[in-house]
Structures are given as structure tokens and as C-alpha cells.
T-cell receptor, first 109, second 116 residues
Framework: EDKVVQSPLSLVVHEGDTVTLNCSYEVTNFRSLLWYKQEKKAPTFLFML????IEKKSGRLSSILDKKELFSILNITATQTGDSAVYLCAVARVQKLVFGQGTRLTINP | GAGVSQSPRYKVAKRGQDVALRCDPISGHVSLFWYQQALGQGPEFLTY????????KSGLPSDRFFAERPEGSVSTLKIQRTQQEDSAVYLCASSPKRDSGQETQYFGPGTRLLVL
């Protein structure tokens, strides 16, 4: 059975801290891994990763995939209160995404 | 530009009622997906359309759930004889091409369904 596991499930840090969110997976017919940010509305796309070892970066956010060890990490540096959200990891098979449970990140001022 | 829109945003139904949830994908997007997200959980796949063809409905939890996309654009998810366990957020997503597993899916805001 396909499985995507995120850790930690919940994380509370102070503004300015750096955080690392983890995603491990066991999915047949892997095509790509995606990260989304979900506030009280639509999940918004952050990154798509298809190749191992190539870091993707957008501002203070970065992510990398390890297809041998079957995991990905999402890093956020210099966190801000606006980064508070649920971060979802999803693995794409053809014609569907398999999601993890999400990590709820809270940034305190 | 306009993103994926869904209506209604909130729906309260009495147990046993039928409900219909609408999704307007991004214009021109070929692929359309429905997901169900229970409280505190990640979204779970329900069904996939490529244009008007429903290519995968393996995630629909029972035969009370039915989805259609008759003209290859707007889609409707219908739930008959709603049960309390159907309470969840129903998310719709679309992507521009036939899905290959390497196309970004763009999500709508969801419909929050509460069955009493």
C-alpha cells in the first residue's frame, strides 16, 4: 500500500528560527514529489522534485529529494509569522497524488 | 488569472440528504482531480478526469459518490444519502495537460461539508 509519512506532525518555533520538515515515502510508480503550503484555503504549490540531489530554492524555502533513501526535506530559514501553515508532502503517481498527513508549523513572534 | 473555484464553500446537510459540489477548473486545463480531506489529515484521492473521461474512480469510498465532467470543463461531485462520515473538505485540483505524474496540480479552496 502506498504510504507518505511526514514528521514532525506539529512544530512550534520562534520567528527567525530555521526549520526542517521531513517526508518519507513508499509509493509504487513514483513520478515526482511535491510540497504544498495549506492555510485556511487552497493548498498552494511550493516545489516539484523529480531528480535526486538537486536542491530547489525559492526565497527562504528550499527542498531536496533523495530517491535512494526515499525521502525529502523542506527547509525554511529566517521564519516569519506568515510561514505558519500546514505543509503537505505529496508523491505523484500517474493520475493521482498520495499525500502525507501534513506538518502543522506555528511561528511565534 | 482566475484559479480553480469551488462552490459552495460551506455546506451543511442533514443525514440522508443528497448534495452536489461544483468545481470550475482553470480554463483549458485537461486534467481534473477530486480529493477528500478529513480534519487533521492530508487529502485523499477520489477520482480523476481527463477532459470528459473519468479515467480513475478508485478512490470513491462507496457507490453513494458520483462525479461527472460532461463537457470537459466544470465538474460536479455528488454524494447521495449523506452520512456523518462524509463530513470533510472536498478539494478539486486541475492541471494543464494529460496527467503524467510530473504536472503540477492547482487546488481550489475546497467545499467544507458538514453532515448532521
Amino acid at each position: 500500500e502506498d504510504k507518505v509519512v511526514q514528521s514532525p506532525l506539529s512544530l512550534v518555533v520562534h520567528e527567525g528560527d530555521t526549520v526542517t520538515l521531513n517526508c518519507s515515502y513508499e509509493v509504487t510508480n513514483f513520478r515526482s514529489l511535491l510540497w504544498y503550503k495549506q492555510e485556511k484555503k487552497a493548498p498552494t504549490f511550493l516545489f516539484m522534485l523529480t531528480s535526486s540531489g538537486i536542491e530547489k530554492k525559492s526565497g527562504r524555502l528550499s527542498s531536496i529529494l533523495d530517491k535512494k533513501e526515499l525521502f525529502s526535506i523542506l527547509n525554511i530559514t529566517a521564519t516569519q509569522t506568515g510561514d505558519s501553515a500546514v505543509y503537505l508532502c505529496a508523491v505523484a503517481r500517474v493520475q493521482k497524488l498520495v499525500f502525507g498527513q501534513g506538518t502543522r508549523l506555528t511561528i511565534n513572534p | 488569472g482566475a484559479g480553480v473555484s469551488q462552490s459552495p464553500r460551506y455546506k451543511v446537510a442533514k443525514r440522508g440528504q443528497d448534495v452536489a459540489l461544483r468545481c470550475d477548473p482553470i480554463s483549458g486545463h485537461v486534467s481534473l482531480f477530486w480529493y477528500q480531506q478529513a480534519l487533521g489529515q492530508g487529502p485523499e484521492f477520489l477520482t480523476y478526469f481527463q477532459n470528459e473521461a473519468q479515467l480513475d474512480k478508485s478512490g470513491l469510498p462507496s457507490d453513494r459518490f458520483f462525479a461527472e465532467r460532461p463537457e470537459g470543463s466544470v465538474s460536479t461531485l455528488k454524494i447521495q444519502r449523506t452520512q456523518q462520515e462524509d463530513s470533510a473538505v472536498y478539494l478539486c485540483a486541475s492541471s494543464p495537460k494529460r496527467d503524467s505524474g510530473q504536472e503540477t496540480q492547482y487546488f481550489g479552496p475546497g467545499t467544507r461539508l458538514l453532515v448532521l
